[in-house]
């Protein structure tokens, strides 16, 4: 579902922020995307999503180039960024209606599909609030449901778990398996190396740009905890 091939992203005044990485995402996988702050992750992540242009390399959604159909891999694809800028200006239901015109969701999908949503993250009753009146915590759940609506076949989040209360958490847990189960495929970034662990059949280490590990949960870890292999391969020399 998502390949990147020998992708390399180099901002103004030389720093190269991703350096020849390759990886693979197949659909009915949850990657997790490990690495310090400033290793690379949020580049590569917004190249995936067509933020940031970049110098090499090559990146497919389901055979679709980033590059040459853009509009087509937008299509499939759902982003959340680490902090969501949303229209402030807008109440919750009328930001949700404004997406499914997006992407072209008929009356009856998108009734049914907001009222689930909220209901499964205990917003019904403030999507008729102004945005700007919503805490952290009810923006980001706003955002999920945004990019649950449309039922993306890639779905990309970047520290997604931030700022979710417990429940909320569980929920979007819960929702990105059952998503997986249906042929989605969910590459996110994270910080919380126990959640990546239970949470996801493949995982991508990245330090300074470069990937320095990847592959089946299990098997990278072979029996240790995932935070002792991060340790271990992200360490200085």
Known sequence: MLSIQHLTKIYKGGKKA???VSLTVNAGDICAFIGHNGA?????IKCVVGIH???EGEIFIDGMSVKTQPLECKKITAYIPDNPDLYEYLTGI???NFIADIFGLTAAEREDRIKKEAADFEIEAALGDLISSYSHGMKQKLAIISAL???PKLLILDEPFVGLDPKATLTLKNKMHALCEEGTAI?????VLDVAEKLCNKVAIIRKGELIAAGD????TGGASLESVFMEVTKEC
Do not use: A, N, R
């Not at 690379?40 to 590569?44: D, M």
């Not at 590459?187 to 910080?191: D, E, I, K, L, V």
């Open 94 to 96: 009328q930001y949700l």
């Open 40 to 44: 690379g992750k949020t580049s590569t």
């Open 217 to 220: 949960t299990k098997e990278l």
């Open 53 to 55: 242009g970049f110098d």
């Open 18 to 20: 991703v350096s020849d």
């Open 187 to 191: 590459f996110f970034s994270t910080h």
């Open 149 to 151: 609506i449309h039922k």
